[in-house]
């Protein structure tokens, strides 16, 4: 059995940011910059994908709490809800890879955990919620079983009840 390249874990405020480069430069101005200030402020959470043999950073996502207009879902999946008026759901904030790990099926990985980290959660939540940055990421999310929010351009939802396998 090969040993694993990759782990995720919460992102250390003390770890080194300054080499990471996904090619996206608002990405890599967050991840850089501000990423911190979020998770100190208590509106997201950050997971990291740890190279083990050289101890870089490859990859990261952030994740937050948030809530979706129940008209906003797709009349498929609303009608299977209670009416309330919003429904909570959990929000990958941002997903990026560097350029150094691309094409290594990280950016999968990535959203796998965050997809396991949000059915997990003691707090509940319908579904996952992102918003794709352009058409690439859209087809991302898509190749995945994200659905299109009708209202919302580029926004797209993951039912998280459906998503998980049964063991």
């Known amino acids: 059995m090969t040993e694993p390249r990759f782990s995720i874990e919460a992102l250390a405020l003390s770890e080194e940011r300054a080499s990471f480069s996904c090619g996206v430069e608002v990405l890599d101005r967050y991840f850089r910059s501000y990423v911190t200030q979020d998770i100190k ?5 950050c997971f990291v994908a740890k190279d083990l043999a050289e101890g870089r950073t490859a990859g990261f996502y952030t994740l937050a709490a948030s809530s979706v207009p129940l008209p906003d879902l797709p009349d498929h999946l609303a009608r299977k809800l209670p ?15 560097d350029l150094h790990y691309r094409g290594q099926q990280l950016g999968a990985a990535l959203l796998w955990d965050a997809i396991m980290r949000a059915s997990r959660s003691e707090l509940m939540v319908y579904g996952l919620v992102v918003d794709a940055k352009d058409e690439r990421a859209e087809a991302f999310y898509r190749h995945f079983g994200f659905a299109s ?6 926004c797209l939802v993951l039912p998280l009840a459906r998503s998980i396998p049964t063991v």
């Open 41 to 45: 402020r208590r509106v997201t959470a």
């Open 149 to 154: 929010l009708p209202t919302l351009r580029r």
């Open 83 to 97: 009416r309330y008026p919003l429904v909570p759901v959990a929000r990958i904030g941002r997903l990026a890879v």
